[in-house]
Structures are given as C-alpha cells and as structure tokens.
C-alpha cells in the first residue's frame, strides 16, 4: 500500500478512535516502562564519620551496583556505639569504626564476622594484614581501610618545623591562648603520655596517670579553647588558633589542601595513629552488597577515592592502592607520604615513632573523661 | 458564680491542653524517669538508680558550670533590655505608623537567616585578624581579642534574643496610654523622669517578659558559647554534650537538663510574679 493510498484511504470514526487511544495509552504507560526498565536503586545504610558517603567518595560504586547510600554520621566512637544500642538489629548494612571500638562492637554482637578471603589482604602492607582489634583469633570482624598520625598541627607562618617538633612547643610562652584543643580526651591525654616517655601511652600505672593529669593542668593556661571538628577547622583557618592538639592531618590536610597555612609534624616524642574499619552490621539485610562495598573501598581504585576524601584525607593500608595514588595524583600521595620510592609514612611506623591511639587500659574510660571535663572547667 | 465547663468552650482549649500534656509533660516525666536509668557497655538499662543524681551534683565542676551559665544569661538579659529600651522607645513613640512597621519587619528579618550562620559569620568579624581588628589595625589599635572569649559569647547571645528583646518591648510600650504621659507632662514631669516614673511602670509586664525570654534563651543556647566562646570554660549545654559524648551518660545528661528546667521554672515563676505584683503591694 503506498503512502498516497494510506494517507487517503477511508478511515472510519472508530478506527480513528482506537488508533488514538492505542497512542495515548502507550504514552501514558511510558513511565512505568521506563521504571522497570531502570529499577529504584537499593539503599545501603551506612553508618559513619562525615565524608565516607559522600558524592566523591561513593559515586563510582552507586552507579555501578545500582545503590544509594544512606548515611547516619556520628561525631566519635561513643556516639557511635550509643547511635547503634539505641537502633534496632539490622538499621546499619556497613559500619565504620575507629580500631579502639571494634572490640566493642564485637563484644556487643553488633558485627558479622567476615571471611578474609573475600578481602585483599595480600595486597595490603604487613603491618595491615592482620590488625589488632580487628580479629579475634583467626576470625575477622572488620577491615581496615585508611589511617592517619596525630601530631602537633600548626600554623606555618607563626611557628617554624623545628619549633613543632615536640610536644613541649604548646607550653611555648608566645602561644598563650593560641593553643587549642580538639575536645576528645584520648588524643590529648595520649599526646600527654607521650610527653611524659609512656612507650604504651594508654597502657599506664596509677604513677602514670597522676603525671598525665599534673602535666595536663599546667597546659591550662596556653589554651584558647575547646573545639568540635567544625570550630577546629575555622580556628586554624583564620588563625584564631595557632597551634593545635589532638589532631592530625586529617584536619591540616584538608586545610592545606585549600590553601591555609597549616600543617601537622610528628614529633620527637612520637605520635598517634588512628585508623578506621569497615563492618557489616549484624542482621543486615544487604550484607552482600555491604560485602561488596568493603571489597570496593579496599582495592586500589578504592584506596584512591578514600586517600583523596574531600572531607577529610588519610593514609591508605593498601600497598596497590599506593601505586596507583602515584599514578593518579602524585601530588597528594607526595603531600601525604605515600611514596614507595622514597621515605614514606610506612617508615615512622617501622621505627617505632607511631602508637596506636586506643582507650585506656589500666584506668576506665570514665576517669580519662572526668578528668578532661574537670581540666576544661578550671 | 462558678462557670460549667461548656463542650464549646472545652473544643478550643483542649489542643492547648494536649500539646502541653504530649510536648511538656510526657517528655518530663520520661526524662525524670531517666535520671535513675543506668548504662551498661554503652546501653541504657531502665533502673532506679540515684547513683547519677549523687555524681553530678557532687562534682565541683557542674557547679562551675552552672554559676556560669546562670551570670552569663544574667548578664545578657540585662545588657539586651537595657541596649533594646531606647530602640524600642523611639519605634514605639517616635515613629509614624508606617515607619513602626518598617521597623518591626526589619526586626524580624534576622529570624530569616540561621542563627548557627549568624555566630559563624560573627568568626570572621571577631578573630583576631578579623574585620573589627584589621580595621582598628587601621588607626593603630588592637589587636583586641574578641573571639573565644565571654565578649564573644556576650555578643552571639545578643544576636540571639536582641530582635525578640526589642519586639516584646515594643508590643508592651505601643499599649502604654498616651493620657498618662500627657498628665505627667501637664504636672511638669521632665522626660526622662516621665520615661522612669510612668513609661516603664505601665509596660513592666512587657520589660520583664522580654528579659526572661533572654534569660531563658540564652540559658539553653550552645552554639554561642562553644563557636564564639570556644567553649572554655564549659556552660550547663555544653557540659551536657560532653556527659553524653563519652560513655553514652544520657541519664546524667538527663539530670543536668533536670536541674536547668528546675532553674528555668524557678526563674520564670519569680519574673512573672514581679511582673504582675501592683505597685506597692
């Protein structure tokens, strides 16, 4: 039938009608097609600390598996834990854990455990591959994923590398008030400890302690104030603050990162490591999709994403994932100290000048609090 | 005459009544009960245990933090009332109707913006290479430190409550009756003594409740303290989250907001009596 013929043949007014609403009908219906065609994304909850589900961070994942993050972030390991005894089993697919509190998560039945084969372990450093805390025996409850150092972070305009040095510089008398203190006990009173030639800082006597506490108080009067993660920031920024305890490159980092004159130096007397793990939560009902995000974030193309964190950079346990970040962006992993061919964080470590930052182990997490609420309200 | 409780009348006091009973009450009788509850490995377990009440009032430390909060609050409810007074007097005497208006819209325009924005961007003006400074700078003085200190925290209060300050006088000022001023002019009252012996008596209602809404804002506030007083040393707020940061210790937060309510109720019913007691009496 030729197109003329089409055009000009008769048409009654019925199978103009139908026509027209075979037409209409498929438009309507247009939508739902197109959504069972592109089915709604599956949320994966995650609870964490401010950055880790974020666009720069989760994106790539998201679009590959069809996922959107839905995150709770806490402030610190206790909200943490509070924030998960007061939700029901099964309200957090993926948790993220500061290594002290994984023994606590574990205790409290709040993680799965997890098969270590699923995990590129072997591409990790060694000191990484089997990470206190993170097992129990030989079964696995978390992975580690980034770390950072704590030191003494400074303003590089108002003190020299020198001066920063050692943790004596917060007694300096040109810094009156313009030490600050990122308001945690453990970082501070684990700075404290190092001072004082603690090898285990968190593992201390009575003796220990007492020093800890009378070396802390005389500290009170340099101090400017007591900041959260968002009054850190701005303090170093404008320079309200010119040194500051109890942080590390995560805050300095990003800071540089964006220009302010701030960096963090690890002292003579050593420094802290923090470092955080994923976990799946107990009674998750996408801890295969939780599975596949730990395995995500831990490769090197992971690694990467996780080293760059706009929120807040760190290091990354993944030797690969190193590699890569030279590759990448060489600026940062030079920024960072993540170079294989020249000296690198890996080496602080191995000389024995990092501790872990953990909770007290000879007094309770109780008395380590007390004391910093007595010692801001002197 | 005893006046029976009508369904009419009773329809539209009633959403007062439960608002208050599920926003007021139940939320207090919930916190009082957990006060006594214990923790154990970073849960709550309900308990009566007064073991929280003992620990927290027995410690120097809230104490400190509680005179300090109660002269801080103080403090800025008196300098607001007295900064607020001529501002509100002149809208309310000296302004045309159409001004008056003007005047209470831009009043509540900074109610628009958030008031955690409005402490942080204070930050830039405070610091000590700040705005203030850098142009005192200018003419060789300072620097003068403002941040992280109680001029600071003196200054986010009022940023806080001196629009609602003003406000409330101003609604009490504008119902004051013009007679009485005019009588005690005719009686050759001067005008600041007309201001002091007839003005302020006749809206005293209004200068005291704007005074307590100051006193109880601030009372409660956290972020001026911490972000403009860099937290040091702690107020009953901040003291609260820090309770809660570090064990999980919502039953002695709890115990804290127990007693600032406590505080607060005391406070209020002690205003509003002088308010409404009749002179002389």
């Not at chain 1, 964080?345 to 609420?373: C, H, T």
């Not at chain 2, 509680?66 to 007097?89: G, H």
Request: hydrophobic fraction near 45%; glycine fraction near 8%; include cysteine.
């Amino acid at each position: 039938m030729s197109i003329k013929k089409t055009l000009s043949g008769c048409h009654s007014r019925r199978t103009i009608l139908k026509g027209a609403a075979v037409l209409g009908g498929s438009a309507l219906a247009t939508p739902f097609v197109s959504r069972l065609a592109f089915a709604a994304p599956v949320e994966l909850n995650m609870l964490a600390w401010y950055g880790h589900a974020e666009p720069d961070v989760v994106a790539e994942f998201e679009a590959e598996h069809n996922v959107k993050f839905k995150p709770k972030y806490y402030t610190g390991g206790d909200n943490m834990l509070g924030l998960i005894a007061q939700s029901p089993p099964g309200t957090f697919d993926i948790i993220l854990s500061d290594a002290e509190y994984v023994q606590q998560l574990n205790a409290a039945g709040y993680i799965e455990k997890l098969d270590p084969a699923d995990y590129p372990f072997d591409d990790f450093f060694p000191e990484f591959q089997k990470f206190p805390g993170h097992w129990e025996g030989d079964e696995l409850y978390s992975v580690i994923t980034r770390f950072g150092f704590l030191g003494v972070a400074y303003n590089t305009e108002a003190i020299t590398e020198k001066e920063a040095s050692t943790y004596k510089v917060y007694w300096d008398e040109k810094l009156k008030g313009k030490v600050g203190h990122f308001d945690w006990h453990l970082p501070n009173l684990g700075q404290i400890s190092l001072l004082n030639g603690n090898a285990s800082p968190y593992d201390i006597d009575e003796a220990g302690w007492e020093k800890v506490q009378e070396v802390t108080k005389t500290l009170r009067p340099q101090i400017g104030g007591f900041f959260d993660y968002g009054g850190t920031f701005s303090s170093l920024q404008n320079g309200q603050m010119l040194v500051m305890a109890g942080i590390g490159d995560w805050i300095t980092g990003a800071l540089e990162k964006g220009g302010a004159k701030v960096r963090t130096q690890i002292p003579e007397e050593g420094g802290l490591q923090f470092t955080e793990s994923f976990s799946i939560g107990k009674g998750s009902q996408k801890a295969d999709l939780a599975k596949k995000w730990i395995q995500y974030i831990t490769s090197a193309k992971g690694q990467v994403k996780s080293a760059n964190m706009a929120a807040y950079p760190c290091l990354i346990p993944n030797k690969k994932g190193w590699e890569l970040l030279a590759k990448e962006t060489p600026e940062e992993a030079k920024r960072q100290g993540m170079l294989l061919n020249e000296s690198n964080v890996m080496d602080l470590i191995r000389a024995g000048r990092i501790k872990y930052r953990q909770l007290p182990v000879q007094q309770s997490l109780e008395d380590w609090n007390d004391f910093w609420s007595d010692y801001k309200a002197t | 005459m005893r006046k029976s409780i009508t369904l009419y009348g009773m329809t539209f006091s009633l959403p007062m009544a439960i608002w208050q009973v599920m926003f007021f009450l139940a939320p207090l009788v919930f916190l009082i009960a957990l006060s006594f509850w214990s923790v154990k490995n970073f849960r709550m377990e309900p308990d009566f245990n007064p073991d929280n009440w003992t620990r927290v009032l027995g410690r120097a430390v809230f104490w400190q933090a509680y005179l300090r909060t109660v002269i801080l609050s103080a403090v800025a409810a008196m300098v607001a009332s007295v900064l607020a007074f001529p501002c509100s007097y002149g809208i309310a005497f000296k302004l045309s109707p159409t001004a008056r208006r003007w005047a209470i819209f831009m009043m509540v325009i900074p109610f628009f913006t958030s008031y955690l924005v409005r402490v942080y961007s204070w930050q830039i003006f405070l610091s000590d290479n700040g705005i203030i400074n850098a142009a005192l700078a200018r003419v060789g003085l300072g620097p003068f430190p403002m941040l992280n200190s109680d001029f600071g925290v003196m200054v986010g209060y009022l940023t806080l409550c001196f629009p609602l300050v003003v406000l409330l006088q101003l609604f009490s000022l504008i119902f004051v009756d013009r007679t009485l001023i005019e009588a005690a002019h005719n009686l050759q009252c001067g005008r600041l003594r007309t201001v002091f012996e007839v003005v302020m008596p006749s809206a005293k209602v209004g200068l005291v409740i704007a005074a307590l809404f100051c006193f109880i804002l601030t009372f409660g506030d956290f972020v001026s303290p911490l972000y403009l007083g860099g937290g040091d040393p702690p107020t009953l707020s901040i003291l609260i989250t820090d309770t809660t940061k570090s064990g999980q210790q919502w039953p002695r937060a709890a115990v804290i907001a127990l007693t600032m309510i406590a505080t607060l109720l005391c406070v209020a019913f002690a205003a509003v009596s002088y308010a409404y007691r009749e002179r002389g009496r």
